[in-house]
C-alpha cells in the first residue's frame, strides 16, 4: 500500500485499495438486480423463478463482477496523497491538489464494518474551507497520523496522558433530572396558585397543571434520551494527551479516532452545574478554528470529568493560565440586573393588583435568578487569556486568548452606567455562539479593547 518516496522525506499513499472493492461489490448488485426482473419479464412468471434459474442469475452477476474487477484493475488511475514538509499534496492522473497543514484544523479516523472487512479507514480532513475525506489501509493510519504537524511543529509524539472517563459520566443522568425538576416545580409554584384562583374551581385548574406536567415528561425524555445517545455513540471514549494534539477515540461498531491540533481551539468553556459541582466533577467544551468558519460542531468531550482531568485538557492547551483572584463587583451587577427586570415586576404587580394578589408570586423569579448569576458572576484579565466566570443554573468559565477573541460589545442600561460597568458579550468566531459573561468594570473593558487593537496591530 505504500510506496517509495518521490523525494526526499516525503511518503506517499495509495488511496484506490476500497474503491475496486466497493466498486465490484455495487455491479454484482446491480447485475443480480437487472438479471432478476428482465428474467421475471421473459419467462412472465413474477416471483416464480426455479432456483435453477436463480443459480443462473448469480453465476451472471459474478462473472460479470469478476470481469469487471480486473477490467478495472486495468484501467484505474491510482489516486495518492504525498506527506510533504508543508502540507499534503494529492494526485489523480493530471489533477494535483494541495492543502497546507497550517489550514488543517483537525484530521479523525472512522472505520465501520465495511471497512473493517476491506481493511481499510475513512480518514476526515477538517479544514478551513471544509471537510473532506480520504480512504487509507488500516495498517497505513498510524504512519498518516504520524506525519502531520501542526505550523511547523515536529510531528515526533510524547509520551500521551490518556483519560478515560469512568462512571462518574453518568452523573449528567441525574444532574439533568434534578434541574428540570427544580425549574418545573417552580413554575408551578409561582403560576399554579394564581391559575387556580383565576378559574376559581380546582376541577378546571388541574387541567393547567396536567399540561405542565406533560411538558416536564416530553422535556425529561428528550433530555434524557439525548444522553442515551451520547452514551451509546461514544461508547469505548478515551482522551489521549498528546504533544500537540488530543487524540479522541470511541465507538464499538464504527471506530472512530478523532486528532483535534491545539493550534485550531480558540477558547475553553468549563462549566457544572449544581449537582455537578456536589460530585465535584466538570464538563469541558471546546471551540475550535473549524467550528469557527461553521463547518463543525463536533463534541470533543461529552462527558463529566474529574477536576484532574479537566484541567489537563485545559492547561495542556494554556498552560500560561492567569492566576489570582476573580475582580466582583456583586451589589452593582445586582442592581443592574434587576433594573433589568423591572419590566417583568412591573407586569407582575399589575397583575397582582387588577387580577388576583398570586401573581405577586411571580416576584419571586428575578430574585431567585439574580441572586445565583451575582455569586458566580468574576473575571481575570491576565497577561495572554481572560478568564470570565458567569451563569445562573451553571457555573461557566470561559478561557480564551486574547489574540483568539473576535469581537468584543459592552451594552449599558442606567444602572450600569451610573456604576461604572457593563454587559459584556465575546464573540471567538465568526459563526460560533457568543458569550455572554457578565458584568465588567469599564477601565477593564477598556484594556481588553486595548488588547485586542494590540493584536490587530500585531497581526498586520
Not at 484544523?105 to 464494518?113: I, Y
Not at 378546571?204 to 405542565?212: D, G, K, T, V
Not at 460597568?421 to 471567538?428: G, N, P, Q, R, Y
Request: one cysteine or more; proline letters at 2%; hydrophobic letters at 50%.
Amino acid at each position: 500500500m505504500t510506496n517509495a518516496s518521490l523525494q526526499e522525506g516525503n511518503r506517499v499513499f495509495y488511496l484506490s485499495r476500497h474503491r475496486v472493492i466497493y466498486f465490484t461489490l455495487g455491479v454484482f448488485l446491480l447485475t443480480a438486480f437487472v438479471a432478476f426482473w428482465a428474467a421475471n419479464m421473459v419467462l412472465g412468471r413474477l416471483w416464480e423463478i426455479t432456483w435453477a434459474e436463480i443459480s443462473a442469475i448469480l453465476c451472471l452477476a459474478v462473472g460479470v463482477s469478476v470481469i469487471f474487477y480486473f477490467v478495472f484493475k486495468l484501467k484505474e488511475v491510482k489516486p495518492t496523497v504525498a506527506v510533504t514538509e508543508s502540507g499534503l499534496i494529492f494526485k489523480k492522473g493530471k489533477k494535483v491538489g494541495n492543502v497546507r497543514f497550517a489550514d488543517i484544523a483537525s484530521v479523525r479516523e472512522n472505520g465501520g464494518l465495511l471497512g473493517r472487512i476491506s481493511k481499510t479507514r475513512r480518514i476526515e480532513i477538517e479544514t478551513h474551507l471544509g471537510t473532506f475525506a480520504i480512504y487509507l489501509a488500516a495498517s497505513d493510519v498510524s504512519a498518516f497520523f504520524e506525519k502531520i504537524p501542526v505550523e511547523g511543529r515536529e510531528s515526533r509524539r510524547e509520551e500521551a496522558r490518556v483519560i478515560l472517563p469512568k462512571r462518574e459520566k453518568y452523573i449528567c443522568f441525574l444532574s439533568y433530572f434534578v434541574q428540570l425538576t427544580i425549574l418545573f416545580a417552580l413554575a408551578i409554584a409561582v403560576s399554579f396558585p394564581a391559575v387556580a384562583a383565576l378559574l376559581g374551581d380546582f376541577s378546571e385548574s388541574r387541567y393547567y397543571l396536567f399540561a405542565l406536567l406533560a411538558i416536564y415528561g416530553i422535556a425529561l425524555l428528550a433530555g434524557e434520551g439525548r444522553y442515551l445517545y451520547i452514551a451509546a455513540r461514544f461508547a469505548k471514549y478515551s482522551v489521549r494527551i498528546e504533544k500537540d494534539r488530543f487524540t479522541i477515540c470511541y465507538g464499538k461498531i464504527t471506530a472512530t479516532e478523532h486528532n483535534l491540533f491545539f493550534d485550531s481551539i480558540l477558547a475553553f468553556r468549563v462549566h457544572r452545574t449544581p449537582i455537578d459541582r456536589l460530585f465535584g466533577l466538570y464538563r469541558v467544551s471546546a471551540e475550535s478554528a473549524q467550528k469557527a468558519k461553521g463547518i463543525s460542531d463536533n463534541n470533543y468531550f461529552p462527558f463529566l470529568l474529574r477536576k484532574e482531568a479537566a484541567e489537563a485538557i485545559v492547561y495542556a492547551v494554556m498552560p500560561e493560565r492567569p492566576a489570582g483572584e476573580f475582580i466582583r463587583a456583586e451589589k452593582k451587577i445586582a442592581a443592574a440586573l434587576l433594573e433589568s427586570t423591572l419590566w417583568f415586576v412591573l407586569a407582575s404587580i399589575i397583575m397582582g393588583i387588577f387580577l388576583t394578589p398570586w401573581m405577586l408570586l411571580l416576584l419571586v423569579l428575578p430574585i431567585v435568578s439574580v441572586l445565583p448569576v451575582c455569586r458566580n458572576a468574576g473575571y481575570i484579565l491576565g497577561e495572554d487569556i481572560a478568564l470570565f466566570r458567569y451563569g445562573m443554573l451553571e457555573e461557566n468559565i470561559l478561557l480564551v486568548r486574547y489574540r483568539d477573541i473576535k469581537s468584543l460589545t459592552g451594552t449599558k442600561n442606567i444602572t450600569a452606567s451610573r456604576f461604572g460597568i457593563s454587559a459584556l458579550d465575546v464573540t471567538v468566531g465568526q459563526y460560533t455562539r457568543f458569550f455572554s459573561v457578565g458584568y465588567v468594570k469599564d477601565a477593564d473593558f477598556s484594556e481588553l479593547t486595548e488588547k485586542l487593537e494590540k493584536k490587530v496591530d500585531k497581526d498586520c
